[in-house]
């Protein structure tokens, strides 16, 4: 899954989950979608780091 898709799953979940009447169980829910993406671009990053590290030294 990219980064795109990550964010549109996203965005569906906060649409599904708009009018859900447990608080606790949509709150996790929606924090756990947003971590998605989150976890996908941390990814990228660390990846970004370790390629510059190999390309410098």
């Known amino acids: 899954m990219g980064k795109k898709e990550s964010m549109q799953l996203t ?7 708009k009018d859900f009447k447990d ?5 996790q829910i929606q924090r756990s979608a947003v971590s998605i993406p989150s976890n ?4 990228y990053v ?11 030294l």
């Open 23 to 27: 608080y606790g169980f949509k709150d």
């Open 40 to 43: 996908i671009a941390e990814g």
């Open 11 to 17: 965005v569906d979940i906060y649409k599904l989950f």
């Open 46 to 56: 660390v990846r970004l780091i370790k390629s510059l590290y190999n390309f410098y």
